[in-house]
Nanobody, 129 residues
């Protein structure tokens, strides 16, 4: 059974940092495209950062460029989202997602919610003074 579990969310002041984790079971993340998505209240879920299984294709939303980075720990079978210089508009529920198989490069390039199959339950990030 595939399971993705996010952790690391919380409340932080503007300018602060958080690192979200996405621990996987039932699949080997290094063979999967990984995406971090977020959904703010009243808004649609949007792609934040996506990366292909070989890490040669990466999508970064303009709103987080220079502030957020994605990384993998294949031994721990975990993916991380490092978020720096956080802004109030980063407040959202953050989700990780995974896709294996033939379309991993396409999914990483487009970073579209509809392309990813396996999802975590989400973790809340609140940026407020």
């Amino acid at each position: 059974q595939v399971q993705l579990v996010e952790s690391g969310g919380g409340s932080v002041q503007p300018g602060g940092s958080l690192r979200l984790s996405c621990a996987a079971s039932g699949l080997i993340l290094e063979y999967y495209a990984i995406g971090w998505f977020r959904q703010a209240p009243g808004k649609e879920r949007e792609g934040v950062l996506c990366i292909s299984n070989r890490e040669d294709i990466k999508y970064t939303a303009d709103s987080v460029k220079g502030r957020f980075t994605i990384s993998r720990d294949n031994v721990a079978n975990t993916v991380y989202l490092q978020m720096n210089s956080l802004k109030p508009e980063d407040t959202a529920v953050y989700y990780c997602a995974a896709l294996g198989g033939y379309y991993t490069d396409f999914a990483a390039q487009k970073c579209a919610e509809s392309l990813f199959e396996s999802w975590g339950q989400g973790t809340q990030v609140t940026v407020s003074s």
